[in-house]
């Protein structure tokens, strides 16, 4: 079983900078792949960003490409998303998610076996 516990939202004003962490325990963190989906009240959860096993590979959609990057330590079991440029529209409950790399789809939230509680992310304007 694959464990995620996200932490690093906030609440912080348009233009600011935030990085969310997600810890992964449980099974080799070197061999999943690894996204963030984000969901805002009343609308379905939506892709932000993912990475491949090996760090090589990096997917970003396209609302937050330039502003968000998200990247990967192996040592530490951890996956960060480090938000740049926040909007009031990046507001959200953010999730951290894992998947076994079979070469599908980075942004399909359906493709992820394990997810974690989420964290809450608030900009203002």
């Known amino acids: 079983q694959v464990q995620l516990v996200e932490s690093g939202g906030g609440l912080v004003q348009a233009g600011g900078s935030l990085r969310l962490s997600c810890v992964v325990s449980?099974?080799?963190?070197?061999?999943?792949?690894l996204g963030w989906f984000r969901q805002a009240p009343g609308k379905e959860r939506e892709f932000a960003a993912a990475?491949?096993?090996?760090?090589?590979?990096?997917y970003y959609a396209d609302s937050v490409k330039g502003r968000f990057t998200i990247s990967r330590d192996n040592a530490k079991n951890t996956v960060y998303l480090q938000m740049n440029s926040l909007k009031p529209e990046d507001t959200a409950v953010y999730y951290c998610?894992?998947?076994?790399?079979?070469?599908?789809?980075?942004?399909?939230?359906?493709?992820?076996?394990?997810w974690g509680q989420g964290t809450q992310v608030t900009v203002s304007s």
């Open positions: 449980g099974r080799t963190f070197s061999s999943l792949d």
């Open positions: 990475i491949s096993w090996s760090g090589g590979s990096t």
């Open positions: 998610a894992a998947k076994y790399s079979t070469g599908r789809s980075h942004s399909a939230a359906y493709e992820y076996n394990y």
